[in-house]
């Protein structure tokens, strides 16, 4: 995983054929800070 995060493509295979793919990711969105009083309706 290391590697996939550094840049590499790797493939696992299943009975020899390719079954998953790791890829590094994407960039990720910001999130924006949620405050702690903003529960579901209701709580």
């Known amino acids: 995983m290391e590697r ?3 840049g ?3 493939f696992v295979t299943r009975r ?3 079954y ?3 890829l ?3 960039d990720q ?3 924006a800070e949620k405050s702690h ?3 579901p ?3």
Do not use: N, Y
């Open 24 to 26: 590094p990711a994407r």
């Open 16 to 18: 020899g054929k390719p």
């Open 37 to 39: 009083d903003a529960g």
């Open 20 to 22: 998953v793919r790791l």
């Open 29 to 31: 969105l910001a999130l």
């Open 8 to 10: 590499e493509e790797f």
């Open 4 to 6: 996939a995060a550094a």
């Open 41 to 43: 309706a209701g709580s």
